[in-house]
């Protein structure tokens, strides 16, 4: 069972299906739930040196404050609704840095990246992927089109021998155990490479059902022509999965995060939620 949850609380069009994914969550596994919202504008925009004119400068803190106020007030009227235990918190710094540091005492955090131009947070475009990458703990994306019904009772692994796959497969045990069907699939599969090492081509169906986990489906594809991660979502919907699980691949350039072909592509493009480790 997850025991504590955070939900990126902020003022833009992906935070009502955050917030009911959180809500959904929360109410399944009993868990608290805490709301952060960090500062949306960068220090650059409320320094004394700033070049923007004091009276901008004003405008802009008074429209944050208002929309944080705003975010507040429905973040708690909603849990208090549904009978969850909740917690605000409203953090100074930067928001990678704040979300990644709440990240570590929870056992999920729920982001989605922001789509609408007039919000501050499509001020930050590389916010979920810088904190997916420094977090240390599992990251939920919620998809910014089609409805969310349900989260983990069709469960999708994405399996590729390597160290952020397993980290991923650790870091969903509370979610694996309370699913009904788990596939997981492998893209362009090196059976000889396995072979090579001892690996039995039956070890990761008998480490599943050793934690109780379903028996799971196994599927073999190939990327040929459509790459790895439109491989990844077209199994998805092939499979009805209302959850993917894999793990994120990047590097950081100058702090803003890069993430890897397959990665990118599924917080992109993704139709159901997504769950990534690092």
Not at 89 to 106: D, F, I, N, T, V
Not at 121 to 144: D, H, Q, R, W
Not at 225 to 245: F, K, Q
């Amino acid at each position: 069972m997850l025991g504590r949850i955070a939900i990126h609380l902020s003022h833009d069009d992906g935070l009502p299906r955050r917030l009911r994914a959180a809500l959904q969550l929360a109410t399944e596994h009993k868990a608290e739930l805490i709301g952060v919202y960090p500062p949306e504008i960068g220090p650059q925009y409320s320094s004394e040196i700033s070049a923007i004119p004091k009276e901008m400068q004003k405008l802009a803190d008074q429209r944050f404050t208002q929309d944080r106020e705003s975010v507040k007030k429905t973040f708690l009227e909603q849990t208090a609704t549904a009978g969850i235990r909740a917690q605000w918190r409203a953090p100074k710094g930067s928001a990678e840095e704040s979300l990644a540091q709440h990240a570590r005492y929870c056992d999920l955090t729920i982001m989605s990246k922001a789509s609408n131009k007039d919000s501050t947070a499509s001020l930050m475009p590389n916010l979920a992927e810088a904190v997916i990458m420094a977090a240390g703990k599992p990251v939920l994306m919620i998809p910014a089109v089609g409805e969310v019904h349900s989260i983990g009772r069709r469960v999708l692994f994405c399996w590729d021998y390597r160290r952020e796959a397993a980290r991923a497969f650790s870091d969903a045990a509370p979610l694996l155990r309370a699913c009904s069907h788990l596939s997981i699939l492998t893209v362009d599969a090196r059976p000889d490479y396995l072979s090579g090492k001892d690996v039995h081509e039956n070890d990761l169906a008998d480490y599943c059902a050793a934690l109780g986990y379903p028996k799971p489906h196994e599927i073999i594809k190939q990327s040929e022509d459509y790459g790895v991660g439109n491989t990844i979502l077209n199994t998805a919907t092939d499979e009805d999965s209302d959850l993917i699980i894999m793990g994120a691949y990047g590097h950081s350039r100058m702090r803003q995060w890069i993430m890897g072909g397959a990665s990118r592509t599924l917080l992109n493009s993704m139709t159901v939620p997504v769950l990534m480790s690092h």
